[in-house]
């Protein structure tokens, strides 16, 4: 039995919107579980942090204990939230919403769990791992501004 050639297109094109369609869908999957998360720049939610992860990251990924929470100076709304890793020399300083910080009801001695991510750093609270603060690198950040569109 011989296939035509539109039939065999037709196959291939089905199989690739088969295989495009599942890419999207775990693309889409990724995206949700951070779906609630509010999210700021690295260059304007980190500060202060130490340089101990490997890559040149500001962030090593793993758990950090809260040991400081204070208002941060010269951002009305904004947290500030101190943290130490698990190993020495591993200070996070990270600045965030003041209602996001609410919504998660950390104190000190939490911990939150960081981990790298291609547009930046998920934080989560360390229990759950659900990310609630995204810093995205600065460069991504820029991309999601809202701008005019011209008709």
């Known amino acids: 039995m011989q296939i035509s050639t539109s039939v065999r297109l037709a196959a291939l094109a089905g199989a690739l919107a088969l295989g495009l369609n599942a890419h999207a869908e775990s693309f889409a999957s990724s995206a ?3 779906g609630s998360a509010s999210s700021g720049s690295i260059s304007t939610s ?8 490997s890559g040149g990251n500001k962030v090593a990924d793993g758990a950090y204990r809260i040991i400081d929470i204070a ?31 609410a919504q998660q009801h950390l104190d000190k001695g939490d911990f939150i769990y960081a ?18 603060y995204l810093v995205l690198a600065d460069d991504w950040y820029g991309e999601l501004a809202a701008r005019p569109v011209g008709i």
Request: positive net charge; glycine residues 8%; without cysteine.
């Open 71 to 101: 208002a941060t100076p010269q951002r009305a709304g904004m947290a500030r939230v101190t943290m130490l890793g698990e190993l020495p020399g591993q200070r996070v300083v990270l600045d965030l919403p003041q209602q996001t910080f």
């Open 32 to 34: 949700s579980s951070a």
């Open 46 to 53: 980190l500060g202060d942090s130490s340089n101990s992860s």
């Open 115 to 132: 981990q790298n991510r291609a547009y930046g750093i998920a934080f989560a609270r360390n229990d759950t791992r659900a990310p609630f």
